[in-house]
């Protein structure tokens, strides 16, 4: 595969092209290249191939925000080098024009956007992506350049004396290419962010079927000169087991694969400046479980899903429980340790005069999703114990959400009854289903008048052979009734929920249990740092799950 990337076009929430780059070759323009796009069933695929367009074309695609970005190749180029492409690109704008990364920003910094794409991309072949090293290629005028750009100041140089100041430092500097040159900062720092995704599947008797942890380590280095750092991890099993535990791990560019690989648990790099991302990693918690003295998975949340109650089996309940969570321990004392948020203390398991720390995890925004079927006409009752329900007819959704304040406070177990109606039906209009007459709506019955012409009659009103009559039916009779009550039954128990679904995230703490032993800065190893000079160092922990732990019904 020796092909090249031909063109990038960038498209705003109206579809229109705000920004077209050729490399190569004499691609498809703008204009004809959207339509052909389009016209692919949504969701369109990462990669499309065009056999009618002269030459046969191959499109690759990336959605950021509301932006739409189309590279185009007629010759065969590995997908997965244009897809990272494309996000290099989204990476670089942020850096240079700020995020959120907005249709208006790039129109505006037409100068900066056409420098970032030509260095990235020299050719069609792709070049430097880094944007460290974009920094020192990249010339960007801040507001006093551009007001005095035009006025010849006494020993002021001119922009061909910074472009030779620039090239004159890069070839000074060390051939890192994700670090710019002669970094200098006043106040020296490095923080540490744990930061993972959890997914958990639960069945309907609370056994998990499937749990997974997508962790990244985010790393912030405001440091001065050329840093050498070596970040050591260890878990709960122990900093051996590391290395089988952390699966599918990558790394950035700047880490030491052969120091990994002889010490697992260690990350010794020279970092760029400013915030990367520097390492990621999956980690499969039902074997993992088995490591821990409990040997079961713990959560921050448990769900229990009852349906079919009531006497037509019309109810359903959920009961949410938060739990202390196990392997949570106070906050590393000295240099490591950073707080993480404000909170309501108190909390059983959660909140505390330290919310958001290992010692006192704070859980938040928790909202809980039930999807209902189609035929689920109208929920006439919902009664939560706390926190605000409400469910949404358009996409069949019913959200529950409880505050923080209710976790803080220190309730710990949360239920939410309700009732659901279904379509109606033609024989159900006076069968006494709740949500089919007129009165479950708060309306009144309209008087009947003189058009009730056969009064009902009492039991006193019935003559000796009616009520012979009644005992000889009266089997008949209760058999109907049941089976009309197992025929609502049936009917409601196709309007009950199939899963339950929780979302919520969690300061000061990690489902894999990893955590940042230390952080070092090699002194020795360093250059254009003092040996005087000690960095602050700070980790934080956070586990984001949107809608990820599910149990099934």
Same mark, same amino acid.
């Given at each position: 595969?020796?092909?090249?990337?031909?063109?990038?076009h960038?498209f705003?929430?109206?579809?229109?092209?705000?920004?077209?780059?050729?490399?190569a070759?004499?691609?498809?323009?703008?204009?004809?290249?959207?339509?052909?796009y389009?016209d692919?069933?949504?969701?369109?695929p990462?990669?499309?191939f065009?056999?009618?367009?002269?030459?046969?074309?191959l499109?690759?695609?990336?959605?950021?925000?509301?932006l739409?970005?189309?590279a185009?190749s007629?010759?065969?180029?590995?997908?997965?080098l244009?897809?990272?492409?494309?996000? @290099?690109v #989204? +990476?670089a704008?942020?850096?240079?024009?700020?995020?959120?990364?907005?249709?208006?920003?790039? &129109?505006q910094?037409? $100068?900066?956007?056409?420098?970032?794409?030509?260095e990235?991309?020299?050719?069609?072949? #792709?070049?430097?992506?880094e944007?460290?090293?974009?920094?020192?290629?990249?010339?960007?005028?801040?507001?006093?350049?551009?007001?005095?750009?035009?006025?010849?100041?006494?020993g002021?140089?001119?922009?061909?004396?910074?472009?030779?100041?620039?090239?004159?430092?890069? !070839?000074?500097?060390p051939?890192l290419?994700?670090? @710019? %040159?002669?970094v200098?900062?006043?106040s020296?720092?490095?923080?540490? $962010?744990?930061?993972?995704?959890?997914?958990?599947? !639960?069945? =309907? /008797?609370?056994r998990?079927?499937?749990?997974?942890?997508n962790?990244?380590?985010?790393?912030?280095?405001?440091?001065?000169?050329?840093?050498?750092?070596?970040?050591s991890?260890?878990?709960p099993?122990?900093?051996?087991n590391l290395?089988?535990?952390?699966?599918?791990?990558?790394?950035?560019?700047? #880490?030491?694969l052969a120091?990994?690989?002889?010490? =697992? *648990?260690?990350?010794?790099?020279?970092?760029?400046d400013?915030?990367?991302?520097?390492?990621?990693? &999956?980690?499969?918690?039902?074997?993992?479980t088995?490591?821990?003295?409990?040997?079961?998975?713990?959560?921050p949340?448990n769900?229990?899903?009852?349906?079919?109650?009531?006497p037509?089996? /019309?109810?359903?309940?959920?009961?949410?429980?938060?739990?202390?969570?196990?392997?949570?321990?106070?906050?590393?004392?000295?240099?490591?340790?950073?707080?993480?948020g404000?909170?309501?203390?108190?909390g059983?398991?959660?909140?505390?005069?330290?919310?958001?720390?290992?010692?006192?995890?704070?859980?938040e925004?928790?909202?809980?999703?039930?999807p209902?079927?189609?035929?689920?006409r109208?929920l006439?009752?919902?009664?939560?114990?706390?926190? +605000?329900?409400?469910?949404?007819?358009? $996409?069949?959704?019913?959200?529950?959400?409880?505050p923080?304040k209710?976790?803080?406070?220190?309730?710990?177990?949360?239920?939410?009854?309700?009732?659901v #109606?279904?379509?109606?039906?033609?024989?159900?209009?006076? +069968?006494g289903?709740?949500?089919?007459?007129?009165?479950?709506?708060?309306?009144?019955e309209?008087?009947? *008048? /003189?058009?009730?012409?056969?009064p009902?009659?009492?039991?006193? *009103?019935? %003559?000796?052979?009616?009520? &012979?009559?009644d005992?000889?039916?009266g089997?008949?009779e209760?058999? @109907?009734e049941? $089976?009309?009550?197992?025929?609502?039954?049936?009917?409601?128990? !196709?309007?009950?929920?199939? %899963?339950?679904?929780?979302?919520? /995230?969690?300061?000061?703490w990690?489902?894999?249990g990893l955590?940042?032993?230390?952080?070092?800065?090699d002194? @020795?190893r360093?250059?254009?740092?003092?040996?005087?000079?000690k960095?602050?160092k700070?980790?934080k922990?956070?586990?984001?799950s949107?809608?990820?732990?599910?149990?099934?019904?």
């Amino acid at each position: 595969m020796n092909g090249v990337i031909e063109a990038l076009h960038i498209f705003d929430e109206h579809n229109h092209a705000i920004v077209s780059h050729t490399y190569a070759g004499r691609p498809l323009p703008a204009t004809q290249l959207l339509p052909l796009y389009l016209d692919h069933p949504a969701p369109q695929p990462n990669v499309i191939f065009l056999p009618n367009t002269n030459p046969p074309t191959l499109v690759y695609s990336f959605t950021h925000a509301n932006l739409l970005l189309l590279a185009t190749s007629s010759s065969e180029i590995e997908p997965l080098l244009v897809l990272e492409f494309l996000h @290099r690109v #989204v +990476d670089a704008f942020e850096e240079f024009l700020g995020a959120p990364l907005l249709s208006s920003k790039i &129109e505006q910094n037409y $100068d900066v956007v056409a420098q970032l794409l030509t260095e990235m991309c020299d050719a069609g072949a #792709v070049n430097t992506t880094e944007p460290n090293a974009l920094r020192d290629l990249v010339e960007v005028e801040g507001w006093v350049d551009k007001l005095l750009g035009s006025i010849n100041l006494p020993g002021k140089p001119g922009f061909a004396a910074n472009s030779a100041a620039t090239s004159l430092a890069t !070839l000074n500097a060390p051939a890192l290419p994700w670090r @710019r %040159s002669n970094v200098r900062h006043t106040s020296n720092e490095l923080y540490a $962010d744990v930061v993972e995704t959890l997914t958990v599947t !639960l069945a =309907p /008797s609370g056994r998990p079927l499937a749990a997974f942890a997508n962790g990244t380590i985010a790393f912030t280095s405001k440091v001065s000169g050329v840093p050498d750092i070596t970040l050591s991890l260890t878990c709960p099993s122990g900093k051996h087991n590391l290395g089988s535990i952390l699966e599918l791990p990558v790394f950035h560019p700047c #880490v030491r694969l052969a120091k990994w690989k002889e010490r =697992p *648990g260690e990350l010794s790099f020279i970092p760029p400046d400013g915030r990367f991302i520097l390492a990621g990693y &999956e980690v499969n918690l039902l074997p993992f479980t088995d490591t821990l003295p409990t040997g079961n998975l713990k959560l921050p949340v448990n769900l229990d899903v009852k349906t079919g109650l009531g006497p037509t089996g /019309s109810d359903f309940e959920v009961k949410v429980q938060t739990n202390r969570l196990i392997g949570a321990s106070s906050s590393s004392s000295g240099p490591i340790g950073r707080g993480g948020g404000g909170g309501v203390g108190g909390g059983r398991g959660f909140g505390g005069p330290h919310s958001g720390t290992p010692g006192a995890p704070l859980l938040e925004d928790l909202v809980v999703r039930i999807p209902l079927p189609p035929d689920v006409r109208n929920l006439p009752e919902l009664r939560p114990s706390r926190g +605000d329900a409400a469910f949404n007819p358009s $996409d069949g959704v019913l959200e529950w959400i409880i505050p923080t304040k209710e976790i803080s406070n220190g309730t710990s177990h949360f239920a939410l009854r309700c009732t659901v #109606v279904g379509p109606v039906a033609e024989d159900d209009e006076d +069968d006494g289903i709740p949500g089919t007459s007129l009165t479950d709506y708060g309306y009144e019955e309209p008087y009947q *008048g /003189s058009q009730q012409t056969t009064p009902k009659k009492g039991k006193k *009103g019935k %003559s000796r052979r009616a009520k &012979e009559d009644d005992g000889a039916n009266g089997g008949g009779e209760e058999a @109907r009734e049941n $089976d009309e009550e197992a025929r609502k039954v049936g009917q409601n128990k !196709l309007l009950m929920p199939s %899963s339950v679904s929780a979302s919520f /995230s969690v300061k000061g703490w990690v489902p894999s249990g990893l955590k940042v032993e230390s952080i070092l800065l090699d002194a @020795r190893r360093s250059r254009g740092l003092g040996e005087t000079v000690k960095p602050y160092k700070g980790v934080k922990y956070l586990t984001i799950s949107k809608g990820g732990v599910e149990i099934r019904c």
